[in-house]
Nanobody
Framework: QVQLVESGGGLVQAGGSLRLSCAAS????????MGWYRQSPGKQRELVTT???????NYADSVKGRFTISRDNAKNTVFLQMNSLKPEDTAVYYC????????????????WGQGTQVTVSS
């Protein structure tokens, strides 16, 4: 069994900062790409940012220069530092990870966290 548990969401004023964390636990042999997605009411879930095991990153244009993703491979944890937050960043943020569960299984499977609410007031 694999679990992704997010933390760090909350309410912040525009211009403020929040730091999200997501820890993966359970039957894990290795983790490939980890990332953050978000979903606002009435909208589809969208990619925010991803990071490979080697540290290569990818950001949505809307968050470039404001958000920073990082990870601790030893602790199977990914972080999202969000600065200069805007009301349009308000959403439920979901952690995602591509996980290989066992040495003898070559496939990676997608896992999601339960989501954490981020609300930015104007």
């Amino acid at each position: 069994q694999v679990q992704l548990v997010e933390s760090g969401g909350g309410l912040v004023q525009a211009g403020g900062s929040l730091r999200l964390s997501c820890a993966a636990s359970g039957s894990i042999f290795s983790i490939n790409v980890m990332g953050w997605y978000r979903q606002s009411p009435g909208k589809q879930r969208e990619l925010v940012t991803t990071i490979t095991r080697g540290g290569s990153t990818n950001y949505a244009d809307s968050v470039k220069g404001r958000f920073t993703i990082s990870r601790d491979n030893a602790k199977n944890t990914v972080f999202l530092q969000m600065n200069s937050l805007k009301p349009e960043d308000t959403a439920v943020y979901y952690c995602n990870a591509e996980i290989r569960k066992r040495l003898w299984e070559s496939s990676y499977y997608n896992y999601w966290g339960q989501g954490t609410q981020v609300t930015v007031s104007s």
